[in-house]
């Protein structure tokens, strides 16, 4: 039998505990069972150490005419609390790391998506190529892999509700592995520091989250249906919805004021100044280039936004630029 | 009384016999050779570093007092928070135990005139004053954003903060360092005195070794690690620059190789002073001493191999995080050993209940949660979660501030006689005591939770699920600030207006105490020749137990 069999057999409780908050991810039960273990193997430790210490304190209080004892060392007692918390933490580190193991290996027909991280979002590229930003639907008890990177600084993909966290390092490729087990909304955070943005309001470490919808099969694929295409909407709502959905807003206002990049308001037909002194007139080829290469041709005193690339169908681009067309 | 006036201040050489706080004059502290007046130089501004950096913490807590803003931007917080921790680390936790006290005690207790290199001691505290001053002037600019950790690239490429001015701080202040340790090395080996063996040597020595070791060959990675990146900051050379080749991972190995050592210079000279207060206030000799000593070199030891715990999620390979978290698991081996002997030691004992015992206590209390919370985060598995969470945020606290910040206020209250020459209130220092410890509990317990539950670090704002737990915290950062405002009263009227402090205040047969207080000039009236264990309370008369 495994070591770490209880672990895989613990069972889920229906909500969250008093330490944790709930799972919803299949290693999670197993996860709160050893960390309860440990929580409570601290407590007994700890009882012990300071009960004998606060006992020994009252109990050899200072009292006139009584001498403390002459010390007289024990090899023996040496040893033992020497060799008895070694084999304890064998284990402890055995279990904890064949759990660990266990967990960080993807089965062979999980799903497969991409994660990028930038200042200060998070999105995501499904299997068959779609894209979407800050929300991240996926069907439930189905194995999932994250293939995750970063464009800018070090972040790290922490999910709460599933006990997982890995860093995305730029220039390298990290994984997380695991299967949703619960329907409902995931919280997101970078747990890696990344800044904040200079100007109030333009986000920051603090704000760089995500969802993760965990939904049925029928949903999921509904869901894809609907990101792949248009559905019933005109290009600039669709349009809209991709800006919103691709977090586009965290720089870019809509109501005139700079953020971390220029403001979308008026911004088609806008004359633009660059940072190497030229001018240039903002049409449909000069969005597309800021959009698929944003550090091309980058407007004066935004120099420092380090915009990532963005990678769109030219079906959503056309969106995007008949929306932008419509901010005014 | 030995402490008299020394007649011979001015242009006759001082009297040996008289305090060595006797001569006056701003020349006669600047330019001592003295251990004991560089020591109190260092105290000094290692406790104004302290101040600065609790004013900086009380900011924080306070901003977190409500989800959204509270009183000031993302941006300024995130230099807050980033000041916070490089002046608690590099201006006030390091030099704290080993360069303040450390110097002051280490001769005292080796029963000799000085450490070994007088004019290098005094270049050392040179060396961190001129540190400090590029930490101010990087302050002055505006500060760091990048917390104490300048992880690359954001340190190297996207911070538009003063970072090189305070990495410069860091990397001179490391000589600083290093020269301690060097310095501390020489005078353990050479200048004991007569009679006194490596089995007779004072705990709290046998801590400023292993402590001095860690300095001397951990300090120079730092160093490298710091110019590496002044260079990729200022030459762009790419050596953490993915897009030239480089690899960001490879700072955090670098950063950590020293900052994880560094820990256990911070620690084990805290564990030091605490073997010295359980031995005076139980009048017995620890129990287990030589395993005691020897787990202060195994800590030593360790802190080396263990840096990978830091990467836990950063995406090394699977079998190094392995090797790391087995690694990890070793240090609680020696952290126990070191807990048990002191319980060991109170047993039989005759245990006074005075402000620097209760320090003792209280880092026993408080250590042995920061160390069982280790055991979690050293679980491979239970790390993912908590992981760059506030639960490191309150384990590391527990660790620094519990143990090193504990015990140092402690070793301040036991040897403040010996340094000033005058008592303190007991019944302020009490009342200090409990409010400290209380606050220190509030503030950090809170914390342990907020992390389980999913509460990323360093984060200027948060969902509104945690607003109860952040303010708890805040509340407990108050009356801990409280607490340590009414210890500085303490202080200061004991400076003031405090009784004359006698010989032996609190009965102890160490060498340190059969000297006048305060400490004269050549720490001795009369050459010492060391006879018995400092710790050999069954072999003293009663006049030597007596409380004067």
Request: aromatic share 14%.
């Amino acid at each position: 039998m495994l070591l770490f069999q209880p672990l895989l057999d613990a069972k889920e409780p229906a909500s969250d505990t008093a330490q944790l908050p709930v799972i919803m991810s299949s290693s999670g039960a197993g996860y709160d069972a050893l960390y309860y273990f440990i929580y409570w193997f601290s407590v007994v430790f700890f009882v012990g150490i300071v009960g004998a210490m606060l006992y020994f304190v009252w109990k050899y209080r200072r009292q006139k005419g009584v001498k403390a004892a002459p010390t007289k060392d024990s090899t023996k007692l040496e040893l033992t609390w020497t060799i008895i918390p070694f084999f304890m933490i064998i284990v402890m580190f055995h279990v904890s790391f064949d759990f660990y193991i266990h967990n960080a290996v993807a089965s062979e027909n999980a799903l497969e998506v991409r994660v990028r991280g930038q200042r200060w979002n998070w999105s995501f590229q499904y299997p068959n190529g779609e894209g979407e930003g800050s929300v991240l639907y996926l069907p439930v008890n189905k194995p999932v892999k994250l293939v995750m990177s970063s464009s800018d600084v070090l972040h790290s993909f922490f999910i709460p509700a599933f006990r997982l966290k890995k860093d995305t390092v730029p220039g390298m490729y990290s994984q997380l592995a695991f299967t949703p087990t619960r329907e409902g909304e995931a919280q997101v955070f970078c747990a890696e520091y990344c800044g904040a943005g200079e100007k109030p309001g333009s986000g920051g470490h603090y704000s760089m989250g995500a969802i993760i919808k965990v939904v049925s099969q029928a949903e999921y694929d509904k869901h894809m249906q609907e990101i792949s295409g248009p559905g019933d909407k005109k290009p600039d709502e669709w349009g809209k919805e991709l800006v919103q959905k691709s977090g586009c807003y965290t720089c870019h206002s809509v109501d005139g004021s700079a953020g971390t990049g220029p403001t979308y308001k008026g911004i088609f037909g806008r004359k633009e100044n660059l940072s190497d002194g030229s001018s240039v007139d903002v049409d449909e080829n000069y969005l597309r280039e800021s959009i698929l290469r944003p550090n091309a041709k980058v407007v004066k005193g935004f120099e420092n936004g380090n915009m990532p690339p963005f990678v769109f169908t030219d079906a959503k681009l056309d969106a995007i630029l008949a929306y932008l067309k419509t901010v005014k | 009384m030995a402490t008299v006036a020394s007649p011979h201040s001015g242009t006759a050489a001082p009297d040996p016999h008289a305090s060595y706080l006797a001569q006056k004059g701003l020349a006669s502290w600047l330019f001592t050779l003295d251990h004991k007046r560089i020591g109190v130089m260092y105290l000094v501004a290692v406790l104004v570093s302290f101040l600065l950096g609790g004013i900086m913490a009380i900011l924080v807590r306070l901003e977190l007092l409500t989800p959204g803003r509270t009183i000031m931007d993302a941006t300024t917080y995130n230099h807050v928070f980033s000041l916070h921790g490089v002046i608690m680390v590099f201006l006030f936790i390091i030099p704290s135990i080993p360069a303040a006290m450390g110097n002051i005690m280490l001769p005292v207790q080796l029963g000799t005139i000085d450490v070994a290199f007088p004019k290098l001691n005094l270049a050392s505290f040179y060396i961190y004053c001129f540190g400090a001053c590029f930490g101010l002037y990087s302050m002055i600019h505006g500060g760091v954003d990048t917390g104490w950790t300048f992880y690359t690239p954001y340190s190297s490429k996207f911070s538009n903060s003063a970072v090189i001015p305070m990495i410069g701080a860091a990397f001179i202040m490391g000589f600083s360092s290093i020269l301690t340790g060097v310095n501390f090395i020489a005078t353990v080996h050479k200048m004991r005195a007569k009679g006194l063996t490596w089995r007779r040597l004072p705990l709290f020595c046998w801590a400023l070794y292993a402590t001095s070791i860690i300095q001397v060959l951990a300090t120079p990675v730092l160093a490298i690690t710091l110019l590496l990146l002044i260079f990729e900051r200022v030459l762009h050379l790419g050596i953490f620059d993915p897009s030239m080749g480089g690899d960001p991972v490879l700072f955090e190995h670098f950063f950590w190789f020293y900052s994880h050592p560094a820990v256990y210079i911070m620690i084990v000279p805290a564990m030091g002073v605490v073997s010295e207060i359980i031995c005076t206030f139980s009048r017995r000799a620890p129990f287990g001493y030589f395993f005691i000593a020897m787990s202060s070199l195994g800590l030593a030891l360790l802190g080396f191999l263990v840096w990978g715990h830091h990467l836990f999620v950063a995406g090394m390979s699977e079998y190094s995080t392995m090797v790391f978290s087995a690694l990890t698991f070793l240090v609680g081996i020696p952290s126990g050993v070191k807990i048990f002997n002191w319980i060991a030691t109170l047993y039989k004992g005759s245990i006074d209940l005075r402000s620097p015992m209760l320090y003792g206590l209280g880092f026993i209390f408080l250590f042995t949660i920061g160390g069982l919370t280790g055991l979690f985060l050293a679980m491979l598995a239970v790390d993912v979660h908590l992981h760059d969470t506030y639960f490191v945020v309150a384990h590391f606290h527990y660790v620094m501030v519990g143990g090193t910040v504990i015990a140092f206020v402690g070793g301040l209250h036991y040897w403040w006689p010996k340094f000033t020459g005058k008592m303190y209130d007991e019944g302020k220092a009490r009342i200090a005591f409990v409010l400290v410890f209380i606050g220190f509990n509030v503030t950090f317990m809170s914390q342990f939770i907020l992390g389980s539950r999913g509460m990323p670090r360093r984060y200027y704002d948060y969902l509104p699920e945690f607003t109860t737990l952040h303010q708890v915290s805040t509340v407990g950062s108050w009356i801990l600030g409280v607490g340590f405002i009414v210890m500085l009263v303490m202080f200061i009227e004991s400076l003031a207006s405090g009784k004359k402090a006698t010989n032996n205040p609190w009965g102890s047969v160490a060498l340190e105490w059969k000297t006048p207080s305060p400490l004269p000039l050549h720490n001795f009236l009369k050459v010492p020749v060391v006879t018995k264990g400092p710790y050999d309370y069954h072999l003293a008369t009663e006049e030597e137990l007596s409380e004067d």
